[in-house]
């Protein structure tokens, strides 16, 4: 690859991190934790470039002259050197090809068009995985639910609830629920999502609860969920589909924090 390039590779992508770390587009990608060491990779890499670029154009404007030994002219008469000169047949393959440039357009795409949160195109090939908490394996069992009309709830506490907890502490409540749209398989379906990481947007799964009585808003578009839990019989299980009968959907931003 041509030095020239590689240096602007790295001035774009250091850029580029700057860019997404400096906002909350960052929170996107990877969890908030981890702001540091995006900003600190981004500067580094900014910074290797730039030394890179400098230090290719010095060298670039060196005098030929010091490089190279001066010739002595032949003397007047004495025959020419036979032989085809170094420029007219052969070709300079010191600075790499032209086409090296191309590997900067996904850069600069990138730099210039953030790519969005994961959204409802990944949680409908997501599973919709309930894990078993401790709380559902010993004596003491799950806390009481807090009190609250309705009670505010995030997708996870209402998922593990549903499916674990067999007091069913959810039966008559009403919660209140924020997520996005995503569209269900069969017409007319839908559900409300939020999407998990543990590190960064490439570990992340779907929590989705299916949502009656309400027609479905705009896929990827966030709302605020107001309903009861709707026993459906599949409980007790890690691929468990809880549902929820809706008296209310309020549509919101997107928030600042996209993953729960």
């Known amino acids: 690859m041509r030095r020239d390039v590689q240096a602007v590779l790295l001035i774009l992508i250091g850029g580029a991190l700057l860019r997404i770390s400096l906002t909350d587009m960052y929170l996107r990608y990877v969890k908030d934790g981890l702001r540091p060491a995006l900003l600190a990779a981004g500067a580094i890499l900014l910074a290797v470039g730039l030394i890179s670029a400098v230090r290719d154009g010095i060298q670039r404007r060196a005098p030929e002259s010091a490089a190279e030994p001066a010739h002595a002219h032949p003397a007047e008469g004495a025959d020419e050197p036979v032989g085809e000169p170094a420029e007219a047949g052969g070709h300079d393959h010191s600075t790499g090809p032209r086409a090296a440039w191309l590997l900067c357009l996904p850069v600069l795409a990138l730099f210039l068009i953030a790519p969005p949160a994961l959204g409802s195109y990944t949680a409908a090939r997501s599973d919709n995985v309930v894990a078993k908490p401790a709380a559902a394996s010993n004596d003491a069992g799950f806390p009481p ?58 570990d992340a799964f779907a929590r989705k609860i ?37 008296t209310a959907v309020v549509p919101i931003p997107a928030p600042r924090e996209p993953y729960e």
Not at 222 to 241: E, F, I, K, S, Y
Request: aromatic content about 8%; proline content about 11%; charged content about 15%.
């Open 145 to 202: 639910l807090p009190a609250g009309d309705p009670l505010p709830m995030s997708l996870a506490d209402f998922l593990i609830r549903s499916v674990w907890d067999t007091t069913a502490p959810l039966k008559d409540r009403n919660v209140q629920l924020t997520g996005f749209v995503t569209p269900g398989k069969a017409p007319g379906t839908w559900y409300i999502t939020r999407m998990v990481i543990s590190c960064c947007a490439a």
């Open 210 to 246: 299916e949502v009656h009585g309400v027609a479905a808003p705009p896929t990827d578009s966030w709302v605020t969920v107001t309903g009861r839990w709707l026993p459906n019989g599949q409980t007790q299980a890690d691929d468990a589909m809880p549902a929820l009968t809706a």
